[in-house]
């Protein structure tokens, strides 16, 4: 597979470019060379800044040394795992000895639970929230199974905590908080910042899933209360299979990986440099960027959304349009359901989720949507738009062509199918 990166006329490079086909014959065929998508799956997955390709292709070639050799060929190898550690830490605004590469940012949110619960046995009590990603989610439903126990607190209408409930849920066998920062589906904002102080009141260690906020909106650990924080660096432009986590350095630890002392005794396993590397380019990359993540991003995916709010007549969106993530927006269109419109919409290259990436396939509402009370119907009929800086205002402009086209058609269909068979005699 060969893949060339354009340059757009503003110099911003702009999404892959296919200039010869797949050579695995089943990808081959569905995609035509030269063709573009239109990508606004952004918090499912983004494409590679190119300027990280570049910096980790040496440590896939050249530099293959074990980071832990004492020779030359190895430390070169430790250096540039050290910069890594910076460049992530800079984007935290955190000390790099508080970082802790992981293989993705699910590792990272269990790593964090399991620390907890290890930390003190007589504490095997976890609080969280009925929104987290199946990473904290299914992950709090085996700490269940395994003895301990779950408090879940729920969100209102516009997918907001009730502090003072999540307060309660706390008891002195609390062993972790554990509260996402920004919501996958919805993009709605926790108040993080408040939650940690709570757990800190209370002397329990407080987690974030903070996977789809690195990057978006600025960040500045040393000035919070936060104990641990998950991030994955596909989700800013780095490779997939890398994550980290930020671990307070007055906060103690209990490794999930154990054996070697790597990462300071943190994370057993000899590194997976090339993907390290990688992720501190993409942290660098993501803090020149995060003005524009705030502002072009933004100002992309408002246009966007209220061009289909206009052009779309009973369109919803879902969670608080306030306190939320600049890229993302999840909209309800009344009368489909969101797998046909998935199908419709991968019909003309445009891709986005129903809910979110995990889900797809499965005919169950989003269980995010659910706990925000959205009725099943709206709730089987969501999808999320997702954007990134790669994207463009003529992926806009394509994506407001493409969706009120295919909603009508969806709707005219199931119109049709609804009505009733004239009788026979
Ligand atoms: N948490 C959130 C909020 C996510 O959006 C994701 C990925 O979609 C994850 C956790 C899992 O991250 P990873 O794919 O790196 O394991």
Redesign the pocket.
Request: charged share 15%; with cysteine; proline share 0%.
């Given at each position: 597979m060969t893949r060339s990166i354009r340059e757009t006329r503003r110099g911003r490079r702009s999404k892959p470019h296919f200039t010869t086909p797949f050579s695995l014959p089943q990808l081959g065929a569905s995609m035509i060379p030269g063709e573009e998508i239109i990508y606004l799956d952004n918090?499912?997955t983004t494409q590679l800044d190119p300027a990280v390709i570049e910096e980790m292709l040496p440590f896939l070639t050249n530099f293959y040394g074990n980071p832990s050799s004492g020779y030359m060929f190895g430390r070169q190898v430790r250096q540039a795992i050290d910069l890594a550690r910076e460049r992530v830490a800079a984007l935290l605004g955190c000390d790099p000895g508080e970082i802790v590469f992981t293989s993705?940012?699910?590792?990272s949110?269990n790593a964090a639970v399991n620390s907890a619960l290890q930390l003190d046995p007589n504490r095997r009590h976890v609080v969280t929230t009925a929104v987290e990603?199946s990473?904290?989610r299914v992950h709090c439903e085996t700490v269940s199974k395994r003895g301990g126990s779950v408090t879940v607190v729920g969100v209102n209408a516009e997918g907001h905590l009730d502090l003072d409930e999540l307060e309660r849920a706390i008891t002195p066998q609390t062993a972790i908080v554990t509260v996402?920062w920004?919501?996958?589906e919805t993009g709605v904002l926790f108040p993080v910042e408040k939650i940690a102080e709570i757990a800190r009141r209370k002397r329990v260690w407080f987690h974030t899933?903070a996977?789809?906020t690195v990057g978006k909106i600025p960040i500045r650990l040393a000035d919070m209360t936060i104990n641990s924080l998950?991030l994955?660096a596909?989700?800013l432009h780095g490779p997939?299979g890398v994550?980290a986590l930020y671990v307070n350095k007055r906060s103690a630890f209990k490794p999930l990986l154990i054996g070697g002392s790597q990462e300071n005794s943190r994370r057993a396993g000899t590194e997976n440099v090339a993907s390290i590397v990688a992720l501190g380019k993409a942290a660098e990359c993501a803090a020149a960027a995060l003005a524009e993540e705030n502002s072009r991003v933004r100002a992309m995916r408002d246009r966007f959304e209220n061009g289909v709010l206009e052009r779309v007549p009973d369109t919803f969106v879902n969670g608080d349009r306030a306190e939320r993530l600049p890229n993302t927006s999840n909209l309800s269109f009344a009368g489909i359901e969101s797998d046909a419109a998935l199908i419709m919409f991968d019909r003309d290259r445009l891709c986005c989720s129903a809910g979110?990436?995990?889900r797809t396939g499965s005919i169950e509402a989003s269980h995010v949507l659910r706990a925000m009370n959205v009725p099943p119907e709206r709730a089987r009929a969501s999808m999320r738009f997702s954007f990134g800086r790669f994207n463009t205002e003529k992926d806009v402009d394509k994506a407001l062509e493409i969706i009120p086209a295919a909603i009508s058609k969806l709707r005219a269909m199931s119109a049709a199918s609804a009505k009733p068979e004239p009788a026979t005699v």
């Open positions: 918090n499912a993705c940012g699910t590792e949110n990603h990473a904290t996402m920004a919501n996958n899933d996977i789809q998950a994955s596909h989700k997939k994550g979110s990436a995990c």
